[in-house]
């Protein structure tokens, strides 16, 4: 049941508004209006259909108060029907009512006029085939709202999809979606503008240029491009245990995969796997080519619990979470520890961020990008 067992995908919101603590049968009442198949749901003229689900899976359509609401979360689903009729199919129908009508004519070819004919007759009985639903396809997409600090789950990095959930969202709740990346998280921290670094090169003041940056500077995502470079310095040259804001620690290993692209588009990107990516030599050179981590594989160790995750460094979106079992707990009670283990993950990410941040904009960043340009020009 989505982000209730197995391994955990995620992008985050923040919602708009205040929370809507306590969740009770008012906000089921809104997801039922706006239940997949209700009237007014989508714009079925692209053959989309988009709607919420109860969650279990992909034909649940039911809601309660048991099932969906978790102490102060909310689980549901959102769902997305795709009716289209398969092209090969189209394509048999469309020679068979063509080749009908060759036969009526003496020369045995059809004419235009017939040839367009046949194309509307094929779309016409694909069509009346499709109203049944045996081409529709379904997708499933785990939900969670967490209440406590009014964030959104989505269970998918796919953008087309996230896009069709912001809409679904504020149809149902009249509340916005506002995408946490690392660029929205670096303009909380920073009222000021920070171009992107120029690890490569003489000229310490240079500018780095950021091919998939945005252009808008109050949302730097390349930040997180910058945060995994810090953090790859810092665990090879530095320590594996970093100190956080709130005194606890986090041991961090890069681990299992590891993304790197040319910022300037040019040279194209490197995916290596291995236990242990980083300390590869061609990961070494690509860092020294001017490429930039964009995704990479995390072990976090903080209060003695394990995470084993892939995150993207410019949406901060999390893939293939092993969220820790909780001995013991069972049910109910094993989806509410489930859901606190992944608040406790959020808060490490976050807090391992932050003292990039708090590092990026203090008075000894200067000689911090100087240790990581030293290191990035050794032999």
């Known amino acids: 049941m989505g982000f209730l067992n197995g391994r955990v995908t995620f992008t985050r919101y923040r919602v708009g508004g205040e929370s809507p603590l306590p969740f009770g049968e008012e906000l089921l009442e809104q997801v039922e209006a706006h239940a997949i198949g209700k009237h007014g749901m989508g714009d079925a003229a692209d ?19 048991e099932k969906n609401l978790l102490t102060d979360a909310l689980h549901l689903a959102m769902r997305i029907d795709t009716d289209k009729i398969p092209g090969d199919l189209l394509r048999a129908y469309t020679r068979i009512e063509t080749d009908a009508r060759a036969h009526l004519n003496p020369s045995g070819f059809a ?8 194309k509307e007759a094929a779309r016409v009985r694909a069509e009346a085939e499709a109203a049944d639903g045996r081409f529709r396809r379904r997708k499933h997409i785990p939900i969670l709202w967490d209440g406590q600090s009014n964030v959104l789950y989505a269970g998918t990095n796919s953008a087309s999809v996230l896009d069709r959930l912001q809409g679904l969202f504020r149809e149902t709740f009249d509340r916005n979606l506002e995408p946490i990346t690392s ?7 920073n009222d000021s503008y920070f171009a992107p670094i120029a690890y490569i090169g003489n000229d310490p003041d240079a500018v780095g240029q950021v091919a998939w940056a945005e252009s808008d500077p109050t949302r730097p995502d390349y ?6 470079m810090w953090l790859w310095h810092t665990l090879q040259n530095d320590s594996d245990t970093i100190t956080l804001s709130d005194d606890s620690e986090v041991t961090v290993m890069l681990a299992k995969t590891l993304t790197l692209d040319c910022p300037r588009g040019m040279t194209g990107s490197d995916s290596l796997k291995d236990e242990g990516p980083a300390k590869l030599p061609e990961a ?10 964009r995704k990479t594989g995390l072990i976090l160790v903080r209060h003695g619990i394990q995470y084993d995750l892939t995150l993207q460094a410019e949406t901060l979106a999390v893939s ?3 969220l820790p079992k909780v001995e013991g707990a069972v049910g109910t009670d094993a989806q509410i520890a ?3 283990s992944l608040r406790h993950l959020v808060e490490t990410l976050d807090l391992l961020y932050d003292a990039y941040g708090r590092r990026r904009t203090g008075p000894d960043w200067a000689g911090n990008l100087g240790r990581i340009r030293q290191w990035l020009t050794a032999a």
Do not use: C, M
């Open 47 to 65: 053959g989309i259909t988009v709607g919420w689900a109860g969650g279990n899976h992909v034909l649940d359509l039911t809601f309660g108060v």
């Open 111 to 118: 004419n235009k006029a017939q040839k367009q004919e046949a």
């Open 183 to 189: 660029g929205s998280l670096a303009a909380e921290r």
């Open 223 to 228: 930040w997180g491009n910058e945060f995994l």
């Open 284 to 293: 070494f050179r690509a860092l020294q080519s001017g490429k930039l981590p």
């Open 320 to 322: 293939g979470l092993a």
């Open 338 to 340: 489930r859901i606190e």
